[in-house]
Nanobody
Framework: QVYLVESGGGLVQAGGSLRLSCRTSGINFSIHRMGWYRQAPGKQRELVAEIASNGTTNYADSVKGRFTISRNNAWNTVFLQMSSLKVEDTADYYC?????????WGKGTQVTVSS
């Protein structure tokens, strides 16, 4: 069974930083693309960043230069380092992967950025 468990969310002031982690089990982590998504109240879930098995990364324009996605294959974990946080980054953050044509999601971790 595939499990994704996010952690690291919290309350932070604008301009601050947070590091999110997503630990996985049940998949051969090193060969999987991993993604971080977020969903703000009343809005659709959107892709924030993704990292391929070869380390290639892709970011939403809104977070480029502020967020960094990385992975540690030995730990089966993907990270999202968030810096220069803005109030508009407030959302629930989810990690996601695809295995055998099915999408798997964690339960999310809440990030609140105060002004």
């Amino acid at each position: 069974q595939v499990y994704l468990v996010e952690s690291g969310g919290g309350l932070v002031q604008a301009g601050g930083s947070l590091r999110l982690s997503c630990r996985t089990s049940g998949i051969n982590f090193s060969i999987h693309r991993m993604g971080w998504y977020r969903q703000a109240p009343g809005k659709q879930r959107e892709l924030v960043a993704e990292i391929a098995s070869n380390g290639t990364t892709n970011y939403a324009d809104s977070v480029k230069g502020r967020f960094t996605i990385s992975r540690n294959n030995a730990w089966n974990t993907v990270f999202l380092q968030m810096s220069s946080l803005k109030v508009e980054d407030t959302a629930d953050y989810y990690c996601q992967t695809t295995w055998r044509s099915s999408n798997y999601w964690g339960k999310g971790t809440q990030v609140t950025v105060s002004s």
